[in-house]
């Protein structure tokens, strides 16, 4: 039994939507032995598919399981969402890691990377992401814009519209952001955003692009481990039932329109941006290097830098760095 005949019968019974296929059908139509149809029934069953057999009648799909795996994935992907390359893995040390390499030895642009388990995941200023198996999405894309850098200082700031976007869609629950990149939901983290590029040494242009976020799906409270439980949650933990490869889907499909806008207009975002942010309007801290400042965040500007008011009444506008928000991760004075 080869996997394309496993991904067929896949095919088959799916598009049964419920109802039996005798397997002397699954055979004629498919072109392969009743002991090939068997094989593959058996080898689905393994992948923790529910799979109904009755004498006389056949056989009929009944469940499948909650996988990050590229059938269920597609099987959500509208028609016209190009994505030729889609690499699900069980695990990987980071969908962001692995797109950097695979970048250097010339995948395309769109290559998509998702994980089930991530052994390695890492946020800003290379902090660790917990990514636990089974429990949440783990996802990067891989964008080759011909644009010089200075056209993607947005990118973080849609990527993580575009992750609100996803959510949105499938759980009807539309999470906050925290600037510059984490989602929230309830005034804790369920999401976290991280973009990484290269430049060709020559010309100055960007090389490549790398988009990663992880959604916190069906962690418990256990999951996430003493030093982040306090300020992390799951769509689970706030009463949403999520599939995960539903949700995949439609990072990639918001991810993808994202790529379709870099170094365009992108007022649309900004505004989607700034309705979202839960930064503003409220007192901030500012962690930079030459010491802590306080502030009270003002706005967003075009480029989704961050417009603070500073302690002497001073505007100005932060672009990087850390920002911690009162009232969220643990700030209350």
Known sequence: MDAISREQVYGMLRGQEG?????????????????????????????GYTIEARTGLGYRLTAAPDALVEREIR????????????????????????LKREALAGAPHGTV?????????????????????????????LLRPPLPPEALLGATGMAAVA???????????????????????????????????????????????VIGAGVNVSHSREDFGPEVADMATSLALE??????????????????RLSDCLGGDCGDWVAAYRRACVTLGR?????????????????????????VRLEDGTVTTVRTGEVSVRGLYGYAE
């Open 75 to 98: 099987r959500h992907l509208p028609e016209n969402i190009p994505c030729p390359q889609l690499r699900c893995m069980a695990e990987i040390d980071s969908t962001n890691s692995y």
């Open 283 to 307: 007192p901030v801290r500012l962690l930079w290097t030459q010491g802590q400042r306080q502030a009270e965040a003002l706005d967003v500007d075009d480029q989704f830098g961050l417009v």
């Open 19 to 47: 109802a039996f296929l005798s397997g002397e059908e699954l055979s004629r139509r498919l072109g392969i032995s009743r002991a090939a149809v068997w094989k593959a029934i058996d080898s689905l069953r393994r992948d």
């Open 239 to 256: 009463g949403y039932s999520v599939s995960r490869s539903a949700l995949a889907a439609a990072m990639i499909e918001e991810l993808f």
């Open 163 to 209: 992750v609100c976007n996803a959510v949105e869609r499938v759980s009807d629950v539309r999470p906050g952001i925290k600037w510059t990149n984490d989602l929230m939901l309830n005034g804790k983290k369920l999401c976290g955003i991280l973009t990484e590029m290269a430049l060709e040494g020559e010309t100055g242009m960007t090389e490549y692009l």
């Open 113 to 141: 990377a998702v994980a089930n388990y991530q052994t390695a995941g890492r946020g800003r200023m290379s902090r660790a992401f917990l990514s636990p198996p089974d429990r949440g999405v783990y996802l990067s894309v």
